[in-house]
């Protein structure tokens, strides 16, 4: 009873072997009509992957680009720039006219003598701190 179930199960397999075996052969030789031929899907396929290829390169290429542009897409980011590249130089101009003037207070202080540069020191340090405390509140 044991080998005769194996045996129809062993004959069940090989009929469908040779069932799926005749299937792909007619699928190749289908597929060697439509390729044979003309080759014409051959050629599609190739020309939609060279196709794919282009697109993901382009892709990159664009995103690269978008880095390297930084925020000259975006108006609002260009004119805050514009502002803060003024307010800079201008920032820059004070300095230096402060860096001149203070300059020429020290050249001025060098007239006198030490213990009176302290002192005026002193006044002066006084002097800020109150107008920091005053400015901030």
Do not use: C, M, W
Not at 76 to 94: F, H, M, P, Q, W
Not at 100 to 115: E, G, Q
């Amino acid at each position: 009873k044991k080998k005769r179930s194996t045996v129809e199960v062993l004959t069940h397999i090989k009929e469908k072997l040779k069932f799926v075996q005749a299937e792909e052969q007619k699928l190749r030789e289908k597929l060697e009509t439509l390729n044979g031929r003309t080759g014409r899907v051959t050629k599609l396929l190739d020309k939609v992957i060279d196709s794919k290829k282009k697109r993901d390169a382009y892709q990159r290429e664009f995103k690269i680009l978008q880095g390297q542009a930084g925020f000259v897409g975006s108006d609002v980011l260009v004119s805050d720039y514009e502002k803060r590249r003024l307010t800079n130089a201008g920032l820059r101009e004070k300095l230096e006219e402060l860096q001149n003037k203070h300059a020429k207070t020290l050249a001025v202080l060098k007239k006198y003598k030490p213990s009176e540069v302290a002192k005026f020191s002193r006044t002066v340090k006084t002097r800020s701190k109150k107008n920091t405390r005053t400015s901030s509140n």
